[in-house]
């Protein structure tokens, strides 16, 4: 069965960190992109960074770029998302998604087809 299953979501105040996880269970990570999302409450979907095991490479959206840390470990089928310096505008739904042959290298990468979705973790960031 397929499944990518988030973890790590809270509560933190301004300024704080949070670790999310994307363990992905069902297919390899070798030939995929694992991408980070979030959105909030009548706000569009935002794409948050990417990390690509198929062509390799990274991306981050500028509003989190020098913030947020993204990687990955292969063996455990598992990526990460370190967000540090929190910001009440980063609350919002983190979901990770699975690209099948997806790139990282473009801005637009959020735009390719997404194969799988995590069912979503709320990171909340209190002012």
């Known amino acids: 069965q397929v499944q990518l299953a988030e973890s790590g979501g809270g509560l933190v105040q301004t300024g704080g960190s949070l670790r999310l996880s994307c363990a992905a269970s069902?297919?390899?990570?070798?030939?995929?992109?694992i991408g980070w999302f979030r959105q909030a409450p009548g706000k569009e979907r935002e794409g948050v960074s990417c990390i690509s095991f198929v062509h390799g490479g990274t991306n981050y959206a500028d509003s989190v770029k020098g913030r947020f840390t993204i990687s990955g470990d292969n063996a455990k089928k598992t990526v990460y998302l370190q967000m540090n310096s929190l910001e009440p505008e980063d609350t919002a739904v983190y979901y990770c998604?699975?690209?099948?042959?997806?790139?990282?290298?473009?801005?637009?990468?959020?735009?390719?087809?997404?194969?799988?979705w995590g069912q979503g973790t709320q990171v909340t960031v209190s002012s």
């Open positions: 998604a699975a690209l099948a042959y997806g790139q990282c290298g473009s801005r637009r990468w959020g735009d390719q087809r997404i194969d799988y």
């Open positions: 069902g297919f390899t990570l070798d030939y995929y992109a």
